[in-house]
Structures are given as structure tokens and as C-alpha cells.
């Protein structure tokens, strides 16, 4: 067989292959832009209570800046976020340090960290709204039982925030830890059996050694969560409705609330695509930062 | 085929078919539509949950298939806004309560104009029998949109043996109810002396009693009217109730709340829904020492809230005849009967005459009561919750969060109805 007609039959097979491949890649590609691209266009319309529709350009946007709940949302998005990932990172850090080293329960221990996660979010928010009920619930009995005041948790507008925090940071903190522990196992040997020649403390080996080569995996471990806690819904939703007030109010329960509740598609489409840019920003900047302490 | 066999085989199934179109009006051509499939979207709710324990009665007397989707309240309307919004005809008929989105819905097309449809019954249905109030309620426009499928309204739930062990009445004004609180607080610190909805849009449902029981309104000359006095007065009121004497952490408590704290013994007074009386109930630990009367009375008298959830045919359903059979079953009077038996109060006064549903509520002193308040409410009731206006859901999370601001302690009086007028009045203004 000549070259010429080798590359045409290794042409002809390409294009046979991109032939069958295309209506899969169409209809994926499709079942992402979709929905995209029509969020995008409802953001500049506006829908009146009754549903009454109207192209108002950027006007959703606009109002964005003016709207109190708005900036509001953003800032208890952003509380809820930060106080929830620093707990998650430290705790998940630990636990796994913890789990690396307790070699003889390493099944039983796995299974119990698994458990939080692995339980719908609904099913933990309701489990959660009934243990931190200030009247019947658990967590007061327990508080009381051993001379503390009882709390109001997650009726309190200054502790309703910390205490959802708290919740998620039970669900997920082990999700955290078996990611780190992977890090940790996959850790050269060689680095501590040189650390250990030259006597290094423990403390020096975690501070020097473990922790910087531990950070792209902590960093990928934020990444994950990050992406999840700035979209944060069910447990919140289920708990507190964004209450009391509009103390746990985040911008993703604020934008269905307008959506769902009130009707303004529109205006909660302009506040979803906002929030989605806030998602996108926080990843490219962990990703900037996992390429700088990348080893 | 032996005697036996032959009635088990014929005549019973003869008869029972005899019974049921007789109690469904023989004259009528059930069987029109057979072969149909209806679309029911449904809130998980007793009232739905009682109907659909009926389902394959439908579907007998019909021929016609009933398929269900059933969510919880707030996922039912997010599914209908989906549906609706995309002009699908995959809902056919829905629940909705026309007291909260009925102004919505109706302005935005969303429910098919169920008047004409009322002529096209069967002999036995009775429409002059249902409750001519809550068929004014579910009426925009002079067109009748939804089939009403029960009353309801908040009423006073007591416990007789703390009332009793405290030497309190039984509240008959809401002075009283302050007075009991207090004096029950004094009893007996174990109890919560008095527990009301406090969770921000599921305020509106209890205050809009005390609201136009003290007098007050929600609008004045197109204004929204909280900064009234007697707004204020009943801003106050039942903040004050909540804060001083109901239960920590009562800014998150709705219905599944409350029932849940009086069920389990650990409250006195409680303002709830009438429909709780099966979950408040449920276990039997309350049926001995629980009294139930109407909402008490302030200066302007008893003003119930009495509203219902009603059956609708959707705009966009490609079968509205035959959707309508089902909403027509789902409200003759016998299929409301049988869920009165199952503790839905019926929204036709003629049901609560009927000698089975009499002798069902012969069988507890509770029952009787609560079948003397809901006459109350059928007689005196009020369906505004809310302000009646287009945004009535939206306008429910202002007055909750008056009520909020007031019970945290985070706004006076005055700063809080000022902020839920001027916040109301820009929702009134919207077209």
C-alpha cells in the first residue's frame, strides 16, 4: 500500500470515528450549554408576580448592586464559607494525621468517618434540626446535664451561622481527612528516613516536611469543598429556611427564594449567574495557588 | 359454581358497583373518559394524603388511570412554577391554596376558569352545599378557579390538667391568653406556657387572627397598615406572647414544631391549625387532657382565619373535562365524608350532619370541640392571610419579619412596622 493511500484510509477512519462520536459529543456538550445559555437569557428578563415577562438588559444586574439582601447574602455566603473551610481544613488534617497513624483501626475508624458524608444532606439537616432543638433537643439536655446554659443555636441570629458551620463541618470534615490521608500515604519515605538520620523532632518533621509536601493535596481538598460550601443549600434550608431574620439568608437561598417563592425567574437567574461567577473565581484562584506550591 | 361462589363472583361485585355509582349519582356518565390517564400534582399533606387513600375508588367508578406526583409544599410549587412557566401539559389538575398564591396564579393564567365546568355534574354533587366562603376565596375575576377540599384555621389547643392544676380559665379573650401565660409561667417553669408560629413566613398565618381580632387591617386607602395602632398593638401582642413566654428558639417554629412540642406534653397553650388534630393526637397521650376552642376573641370579636386548600384544573392541560371528573370525585360529598372520617374538615356544612361522621365525633370529648370551633370558622372566618394583593407569598415574609425583629428584641415597635410598611407598600405598588 502506498503512503498516500494509507493516509487516506487513516483520514477516512478519523472522520468515521468523529462521525459516531459526534452525537454524543453534541448532546453532552449540549446538555451543559443548555442550560447555561438559557439561565443567561432569563437574567435579562424581567418576570412580574404573575409571570409577565420582559427583555430588560442588564437592569437584574444592575439591581444587584443596589439591593441590600444581595449584599447581605454575599456576606453571610462569604462567613459561612471562610468559618466552615478553616475548621474543615484543620480538622481534616488532623483527623488524617490521626488515621495515618492509628494503623490497627484503620477499617473500623474508615467506616465511621465515611458515615457523615455518605447520609444525604437532608437526612443530616433534619437530624441536626432535631438534636439542636433548644426545647426537646439533645444538644441542651447534654449542655444542661453538665452545668452549661442552654443555647438557642440555630434560633439565635448571632449563632445560627457558627452553628451551621459547625453541622457541615461534621458531614464533611472526614470527606477532608480521606483526602489527605491519600496525600499523606503517597508521601516519599525517603524525605522522613533522612529527617530521622538527622534527628528532626516530630513537630519539625510536620512543620518542615509534612505540611508543605501535604499542601497541593489540602489545596485540592479546598478546591472540593470550596465549590460546595459557596453553593451551600440543604441543610440550611431544611434547618433555618435562611432565618432567623435573614441571618443564614446565603446568595443560593436568596435566589430561590426570588425564584421560586416570589416568581422573579429573572432576577434570581442574575443571582445565581453571580454566584456562579463567585464559585468559578474562588477555584481559579485555589488552582493558581496549587500550581505555586505544586512539588 | 356453587351459591356461594356465584354471589362472591356476581352479585357481590354487582352490588358494590350498584353502591358506588349510587353514592357517586347514577345519572351520570362516569365512564366518559375511560382509558385516560389524569396527572395529579399533590402536596404531602393530611388533606391529600386522606384523598388519595380514595384513589382506587376513582379509578373504579372512572375507568380512567390517576397518577400521582407528590411533593412536599414548598417543592410542589417549585415543580408548578417549572410546569407552568414551560406551558406543559403534564399537570392536569393541582392543589393550591387560594388564599396565598390564588391572586398569583389567577393573574398569571395559570388556572383553567372551572365555572362552566360546574354545570356539568352529577345529580348527587351538591355545589350549593360546599362553603359558599371559600368559594368566594378561590374566585378571581368572577371566575371560580379551585374546588375547595377542606376548611381550616388556627385554633386554641389547651392542656385541661395544667390549666387545671395552675387555677387558670380557659382563654375566652386574648387579654386572657396573657393573663394564662403569665400565671401559667409562675406554675410551672417545666412548661412552655404559650407557643404560636414564629418562623418568618409562616407567621402570617396565626397573626392575621390576632391582627383582625384586635381590629387592625393590613391596608388603609391602598397603604399597607401596620404602623396602625392597632397594627402595632397586635405587632406587639403576639410577639410579646412568643417572647416572653413561648419556647427557645421560637423564631424557627412552623406547624410540625409546634404540634411536636404540645404533642410530647411540654407546652399549655398553643395556637395551631385545626388540621393538626391527627398529628397532635397521633400516639393518644393528648386525647385525654387536651381542650380545643376558636381562636380567643380581642376587641373587635372572633374574625377566624378560615381558609382552604383547593383542587384546580391547570390552564395547560389538554384535558380539562376529564380532569374535572377527577376535581368533581375528589369533592362530592361522599369522597368528603369519608376523609372527614379520616379528621379532614369537610368544607360542606352538610357533611358535619351526616350521622357517620356525627357518631365519629361522639366517640371523643376532643373531637366535639373541634368540630364546635371549626363551626366558628365556617361561620365567621376571614381567608386573608397576608396582604391581599398579588404578592401575597412575599408579602407574608415582611410581617414575619416584623414579628422576628420584635421577638429578638432587635427592633422597636416602631422601627419595625415602619420598615414592613415601607417594604409592603413598594410590593402593593407592583403591578
Not at chain 1, 31 to 59: H, N, R
Not at chain 2, 137 to 163: C, V
Not at chain 2, 180 to 190: E, F, T, V
Amino acid at each position: 500500500m502506498s503512503q498516500a493511500t494509507a493516509t487516506l484510509t487513516q483520514d477516512r477512519q478519523r472522520l468515521e470515528l468523529s462521525a459516531l462520536s459526534a452525537p454524543a459529543v453534541i448532546f453532552t456538550v449540549g446538555m451543559i450549554a443548555f442550560p447555561v445559555v438559557y439561565t443567561v437569557w432569563l437574567g435579562f428578563q424581567s418576570f412580574s408576580s404573575t409571570g409577565k415577562q420582559s427583555f430588560v438588559g442588564l437592569a437584574n444586574y444592575s439591581k444587584l448592586l443596589t439591593d441590600y439582601e444581595f449584599w447581605h447574602g454575599l456576606w453571610v455566603t462569604i462567613a459561612l464559607y471562610v468559618l466552615s473551610l478553616v475548621l474543615q481544613l484543620v480538622l481534616g488534617v488532623w483527623l488524617a494525621l490521626v488515621l495515618f497513624h492509628a494503623k490497627r483501626l484503620h477499617g473500623l475508624v474508615r467506616s465511621l468517618f465515611i458515615s457523615p458524608f455518605m447520609m444525604p444532606p437532608v437526612v443530616a439537616g433534619m437530624m441536626w434540626l432535631v438534636i439542636l432543638d433548644p426545647s426537646l433537643g439533645a444538644a441542651n439536655y447534654i449542655l444542661q446535664s453538665i452545668g452549661l446554659p442552654p443555647s438557642d443555636w440555630l434560633a439565635s441570629p448571632t449563632l445560627v451561622i457558627p452553628t451551621i458551620a459547625l453541622v457541615d463541618t461534621w458531614q464533611w470534615t472526614p470527606y477532608v481527612a480521606l483526602i489527605v490521608l491519600g496525600g499523606l500515604q503517597s508521601l516519599p519515605p525517603s524525605v522522613y528516613e533522612a529527617a530521622q538520620i538527622d534527628g528532626a523532632s516530630p513537630l519539625k518533621t510536620f512543620q518542615r516536611i509534612t505540611l508543605p509536601l501535604l499542601l497541593p493535596t489540602i489545596v485540592t481538598a479546598a478546591i472540593l469543598r470550596s465549590v460546595d460550601l459557596l453553593r451551600f443549600f440543604d441543610i440550611i434550608y431544611i434547618t433555618t429556611q435562611g432565618g432567623p431574620g435573614n441571618a443564614s439568608n446565603t446568595l443560593n437561598i436568596y435566589g430561590f427564594r426570588v425564584g421560586f417563592e416570589f416568581f422573579n425567574i429573572g432576577y434570581a437567574s442574575a443571582l445565581m449567574l453571580t454566584l456562579t461567577a463567585i464559585v468559578f473565581g474562588a477555584v481559579l484562584a485555589f488552582n493558581r495557588l496549587r500550581g505555586a506550591v505544586a512539588w | 359454581m356453587t351459591a356461594k361462589t356465584l354471589m362472591a363472583h356476581v352479585a357481590i361485585p354487582i352490588l358494590a358497583a350498584a353502591t358506588l355509582s349510587q353514592a357517586h349519582g347514577a345519572d351520570f356518565n362516569w365512564k366518559k373518559f375511560q382509558g385516560k390517564t389524569i396527572t395529579f400534582l399533590a402536596n404531602s399533606n393530611p388533606i391529600s394524603q386522606a384523598l388519595l387513600t380514595q384513589k382506587a375508588d376513582f379509578e373504579k367508578l372512572t375507568g380512567m388511570t390517576l397518577k400521582v406526583d407528590t411533593y412536599q409544599e414548598q417543592q410542589m410549587r417549585q415543580r408548578l412554577v417549572t410546569v407552568m412557566n414551560a406551558h406543559s401539559d403534564e399537570v392536569d389538575v393541582f392543589m393550591t391554596l387560594p388564599s396565598r398564591e390564588g391572586e398569583q396564579f389567577a393573574a398569571a393564567g395559570w388556572y383553567a376558569d372551572l365555572t362552566p365546568m360546574t354545570k356539568n355534574v352529577a345529580g348527587n354533587y351538591d355545589f350549593a352545599g360546599l362553603s359558599q366562603a371559600l368559594l368566594k376565596a378561590g374566585t378571581f375575576n368572577g371566575k371560580l378557579t379551585s374546588m375547595p377540599m377542606n376548611i381550616e384555621g388556627p385554633i386554641l389547643y389547651y392542656r385541661t390538667d395544667i390549666l387545671k392544676k395552675c387555677g387558670v380559665e380557659v382563654p375566652k379573650t386574648i387579654k386572657d391568653v396573657q393573663a394564662a401565660a403569665k400565671k401559667l409561667k409562675a406554675c410551672d417553669s417545666s412548661i412552655t406556657p404559650f407557643v404560636s408560629r414564629g418562623l418568618k413566613p409562616a407567621v402570617a398565618y396565626t397573626f392575621s387572627n390576632m391582627l383582625h381580632n384586635i381590629g387592625g387591617s393590613y391596608m388603609a386607602n391602598g397603604k399597607s397598615n401596620l404602623c396602625s395602632p392597632k397594627g402595632k398593638e397586635a405587632l406587639e401582642t403576639y410577639s410579646g406572647l412568643l417572647r416572653d413566654y413561648g419556647p427557645p428558639g421560637v423564631v424557627n417554629y412552623s406547624f410540625p414544631q409546634i404540634s411536636a412540642l404540645y404533642r410530647s406534653g411540654r407546652s399549655a397553650l398553643s395556637f395551631e391549625s385545626s388540621n393538626e388534630l391527627r398529628t397532635v393526637m397521633d400516639g393518644g397521650a393528648r386525647l385525654k387532657d387536651t381542650g380545643l376552642a376558636p381562636f380567643p376573641a380581642g376587641e373587635a370579636g372572633q374574625v377566624p382565619t378560615a381558609i382552604g386548600w383547593g383542587l384546580t384544573i391547570s390552564a395547560h392541560s389538554k384535558q380539562q373535562e376529564a380532569a374535572w371528573y377527577f376535581v368533581q370525585w375528589a369533592t362530592s360529598p361522599e369522597i368528603q365524608k369519608r376523609m372527614a372520617l379520616q379528621g379532614i374538615a369537610p368544607p360542606r356544612p352538610a357533611v358535619a350532619k351526616d350521622p357517620e361522621y356525627r357518631k365519629w365525633i361522639d366517640e371523643a370529648p376532643v373531637r366535639k370541640e373541634w368540630q364546635a370551633a371549626l363551626d366558628v370558622l365556617a361561620t365567621k372566618g376571614s381567608s386573608e392571610v397576608g396582604y391581599p394583593i398579588v404578592a401575597n407569598p412575599q408579602s407574608r415574609e415582611f410581617i414575619g419579619q416584623a414579628v422576628q425583629d420584635l421577638i429578638l428584641k432587635q427592633k422597636t415597635v416602631d422601627q419595625a412596622c415602619a420598615d414592613a410598611d415601607k417594604a409592603l407598600d413598594a410590593l402593593i405598588a407592583q403591578k
